[in-house]
């Protein structure tokens, strides 16, 4: 389930033990899902929680003191809302598993099976946006009837819509064409009565055929008779439909005022991009709709394919702007040869993105066609002007059938796979087949843990620097530092794409020295340069208790003759917190060499400021979701003043990241805030140039 940073999971945890809940919270965030916790203390703040507050899911525990399962159970049934209870248990047995299931709880979870906990939460908060979706979608579906009954109404095309081969519907202009004055005159009528009689008996026949389901022609044409019985020649398009819920179809019925070959050539032009020959992107869109239609109400299976050149902006460079369209068609001509003599539907759909439906196909054969696809490729010389160079492309393929059966969802997987397949060095693909996920998942995993590997011992990852920049006067240097993996030609991949992926396998560890040398290898060359700078770096949970980490950054300091004041090391909120007596023991040992500790993503615990009695931070970094919206959140503004203000009075400084504003600006520095830093100010990149003075 692909969630954003920005939608964050609204979790409500009722747990007499504020540990075990902000360790549901590091489990989940630790997965990679944004949380926003709530704990009620009582009854009645749960209940003021749940009627003001939004909510996605709430986590209670079973044996739970201060607010009984079951009062939660009832509570969230008396609101109304659609709102999931997760039961979380220390063991299980049948009398608590009834209670949870028989009150109204849709699972029931072991608390120290972090696993299934998490498959749990991500299980039921898909559900949760699906059936939100469903709503959604429900809404607009009665809109879009609502505008489409207005706009067919108000068409000049001629349309009806037929059942079972009776007219139910028809606009003025159907009505028009034929000298009806009222659709009374002809409601009820058969469609058989518009044909001419020469054409009656294969009409009927047409009719019965796709009353069986069968595929309607693209155009039909015969001879139609008006009211007076006058014959005009006619062609129709069909598309299947519904009418106030009863299965139709929507009749086009046009008088025939052209040639009828000359029509059908311009049809076929406007159905095609230019420059490649192959259909078109809105063309291409509905056959894709008409393939998931299929999929979702036939059980049929389909393959689609994304198809980009590698190194595309490279080419560009080399052979010229002026060639973009022959690169392109050069490309659109070898799919072609590729796909000759199959049923493969391949169109242009972006700018330099190709894309290939294949009716029909099961997950080997989409597979089989990407790999020729990709060979094929890479064995051709392509000849451009007086140039010629190998071009290999990336594919993101998606095995369409009923688990997938959402235009939306294909097109994202594939957009997925194309640049995974890019992030991991192209001439590749990857297929989501969701009937075959882990296979798929695996596959992915393994080229992504060559990647990183590759890349640590390659200096395959890259440093980017953002400012963070005082508001009190003080004009030193400070930068945060990122980690980019270099995906070859300018090309950068963020860690969230790879991280987890690094901590599954056991390559977090080998990162943070990657990062945390490379960056006291940078201050060492600022200071030479006479330009101190200070860096902020990240380090993640699986450093933490390795006290190989501290010696490492004690040799490193010594061997580029860099003091420690210059590095401050960053660690997560939730990490401490579940981490706490290894994060002292980091926090004293880097203290030795003068380093400083930041806590970041500061706020969004259940009880933040109760670590501060246990690890005094130099600095902490307010939790970016405080300072979204923040001209127009009171909530948060009141919050952030309370952070910085406690915090000032315990002599700690503070940061506010992802400021977008100027009106933020002003917040935080009302607000008392110490540092600031944001795409509003300046974005991360590889120099470090900003002003500070």
Request: charged share 25%; aromatic share 6%; net charge negative.
């Amino acid at each position: 389930m692909a969630k954003s940073p920005d939608n964050a999971l609204r979790l409500m945890i009722v747990d007499d033990s504020v540990e075990a809940a902000e360790a549901i919270v590091s489990t989940l965030r630790n997965a990679g899902i944004a949380v926003r916790p709530l704990r009620p203390g009582s009854p009645e703040e749960m209940a003021t929680m749940i009627a003001s507050q939004p909510a996605d899911i709430v986590m209670a525990a079973q044996q739970a003191q201060g607010i009984a399962l079951q009062d939660v159970l009832r509570q969230v049934s008396a609101s109304g809302k659609d709102l999931p209870v997760i039961a979380v248990t220390d063991a299980l047995d049948e009398a608590g598993f009834t209670d949870a299931f028989g009150g109204g709880a849709r699972r029931v979870v072991l608390r120290h099976r972090s696993q299934l906990l998490l498959a749990a939460v991500r299980a039921e908060w898909s559900d949760l946006e699906a059936r939100r979706a469903l709503r959604r979608l429900e809404a607009r579906v009665r809109e879009t009837e609502r505008r489409c009954d207005a706009l067919i109404d108000s068409s000049r095309e001629p349309i009806a819509y037929i059942h079972e081969g009776m007219h139910i519907r028809a606009n003025a202009a159907y009505l028009e064409m034929f000298g009806y004055d009222e659709f009374e005159d002809i409601e009820g009528m058969s469609l058989l009565d518009m044909v001419g009689s020469q054409h009656v008996e294969d009409f009927k026949q047409l009719l019965k055929d796709l009353g069986r389901g069968q595929a309607p022609p693209p155009r039909y044409e015969l001879e139609a008779r008006d009211v007076e019985g006058n014959a005009f020649p006619a062609s129709m398009e069909f598309t299947a439909a519904q009418y106030e819920g009863e299965a139709c179809l929507q009749v086009v019925f046009r008088r025939q005022e052209v040639d009828p070959e000359l029509a059908l050539e311009i049809e076929e032009l406007r159905q095609r991009d230019q420059v490649t020959g192959l259909l078109n992107r809105p063309t291409f869109l509905r056959a894709l709709e008409d393939a998931v239609d299929e999929a979702a109400q036939r059980n049929a299976q389909h393959g689609l394919l994304m198809i980009e050149p590698d190194h595309y902006q490279r080419l560009l460079q080399e052979i010229g702007l002026d060639s973009a369209d022959a690169i392109l068609a050069g490309v659109a001509e070898r799919l072609q040869g590729v796909l000759k003599g199959t049923v493969a539907v391949a169109a242009r759909f972006s700018e330099h993105t190709l894309a290939v439906l294949l009716p029909g196909s099961d997950y080997a054969a989409t597979a089989a066609t990407a790999q020729r696809i990709c060979e094929a490729f890479a064995s051709h010389v392509f000849s451009i002007g007086t140039r010629s160079s190998v071009v290999t492309v990336s594919i993101g393929g998606v095995q369409i059938g009923e688990k997938i059966a959402s235009v939306t969802q294909v097109l994202s997987k594939a957009s997925e796979g194309v640049q995974s397949s890019i992030g991991v060095g192209g001439n590749r693909f990857e297929l989501f087949d969701p009937s075959a996920v882990d296979r798929a998942e695996e596959e992915h995993v393994k080229a992504w843990v060559v990647r990183l590997r590759d890349a640590l011992d390659n200096e395959g990852f890259v440093l980017h620097y953002q400012p963070v920049i005082n508001l009190q006067g003080d004009t030193g240097a400070v930068y945060e530092t990122f980690l980019r993996l270099n995906a070859g030609d300018g090309e950068l991949v963020r860690p969230l794409a790879f991280l987890q992926i690094a901590a599954e396998h056991g390559l977090l560890w080998e990162i943070d020295r990657y990062v945390i040398g490379h960056t006291i290898a940078v201050i060492g060359q600022r200071i030479r340069a006479g330009r101190p700078t200070t860096l902020l770096v990240k380090v993640s949970q699986a450093s933490l208790a390795d006290n190989s980490l501290t010696r490492f950054i004690g040799e490193q300091l010594a061997a580029h003759g860099v003091p420690g004041e210059y590095l401050v090391l960053q660690l997560p909120e939730a990490k401490v917190f579940t981490h706490l007596k290894a994060a002292q023991d980091f926090a004293t040992a880097i203290g030795r060499l003068d380093c400083r500790i930041a806590l970041e993503q500061f706020g969004a615990g259940l009880d933040s400021f109760q670590l501060l009695a246990h690890l005094k931070p130099n600095l902490l970094k307010i939790d970016r979701s405080f300072t979204d919206d923040l001209s127009r959140n009171p909530d948060n503004q009141a919050r952030i003043r309370e952070i910085a203000g406690k915090a000032r009075d315990l002599g700690i400084r503070t940061i506010a990241e992802f400021v977008q504003d100027a009106a933020s600006m002003s917040i935080l520095f009302g607000s008392g805030v110490d540092y600031v830093e944001g795409h509003f100010l300046a974005g991360a990149g590889p120099d470090m140039n900003y002003e500070f003075e």
